[in-house]
């Protein structure tokens, strides 16, 4: 049976070395701030704040919420990323997306003080992404799972790694940040074909595919690493991934689960991020 | 034997189709122009500044030679950006890296308006690249790439595609350029265990690793289509890609040779991005 990679032991090494990290922050006189800017009531996004307000209080770290209703006007929304950048005294902004009005989304996008990025919504964090010249910060997700993998000490360089999904939020970040660790990487999608056998073949395989369950025995093999990132519901209500994991874990070497893998380190990966740019503000 | 896929005849079918949009553009008014930077006389700097001169002169491109001394001071270079910059009648800039004034290349790269930004200089062309959001422009020899494949009619839809190398000139935009456009991409490099056997897999094999030959015969299979972005001096001082074209050949379906490859097209995908941005602002 594999072992089982959870995230909270992750969350909690990360939470213990931020918690001192903070200390030494405030003991320079700079409280590290996050400001939330959620739009509308989306339970994902309630859940998310929720989470990522606990996880901060729990470190040290100030929170301040803006919730907006889910009709506010982009001039709205885009207000407050200008109050964000020119309040100093906030040092990280996490702006819930999608949003329902593309338009304003993408002009929050385009405002955001590149420095107070802490989820990568600006260009500058995206290229620092792909470019792997570590301006900016990655989104949170993808950086999860580099932090699980280091927990655990499991080892990319030169390794086979297949992910599955190319989105902005998983998939590509999640490539490159690991192509940076010198990963040999294969982002699969929709359209890649013979994707078992892709799979089977890897060493670390990633899944950010939002199918219930998609992963099954025939996809992995022996030894394998398995990172699911997926959070799906199933059709009796039940919370999963994209993995099946009942029928994979007997399998591999090593599975995050879900609940409880990728998404119990995101907050903390989160305040690492807020942490990491209240220091850079201090030097 | 393979098909030679030569870029001189997709230069040409780019170099016509680019003339007929030049004259629309002068037609109202706008003559579309390339400003190119040089600090310093590095010949292969030269070479491809005589080339991109000589392929936008053929289409109706003006250009500004602006070429400055190995030694000038950051802040001339920087001047120089600001003039573009402000100068409505510059639709694109291109400027030679890397410069050996790191800092000023840095600080280049940040002040370029991004609207005239034709060969990917800025976070907002790398992050459009990243993101295939098509916002700036690709670096034009990994573009190149592309048209190259599309004049030769090679769908990468669904198709496996391995890259050898990781760079932000090539390796990296060029994947993301083929992902986008559906293929299944492995991006390999230095650290990349058992090589050859994941590029004899591939379906499409893109070579841009900048040494003389290193792709022979045991990296490659039946019915494959190999590009060879590589232009290297060998031993004995003769032009030659990064593929062994004398033993791969006799195997694959389809070859691009060096000199008269790839980087045959790249002028003329510089040229086309020129007259994009040129059309851009004619909106």
Redesign the interface.
Known sequence: MADVLKGVPVAAGLTDELTARCERLKALGIVPMLATLRVGENPGDIAYETGAVKRCEKIGIAVRKIILPSDAPAGEITGHIREINADESVHGCLMFRPLTDKAAERAACELLDPSKDVDCMT??S??G???GSG?GFPPCTAQACVELLDYYGVSV????LAVIG?S?VIG?PVS?LL?SR????????S???SLPE?TRRADILIAAIGRARFVDASYVSEGQVVVDVGINLDDEGKLCGDVDYESVAPIVRAITPVPGGVGAATTAVLAKHVIESAERFAL
């Open positions: 260009d500058a995206l290229a992404v792909f470019t301006a360089d030169g390794k086979n190319r902005l590509r490159m192509m010198n990963a040999t990487v294969t982002v699969c999608h359209h890649t074909q892709i």
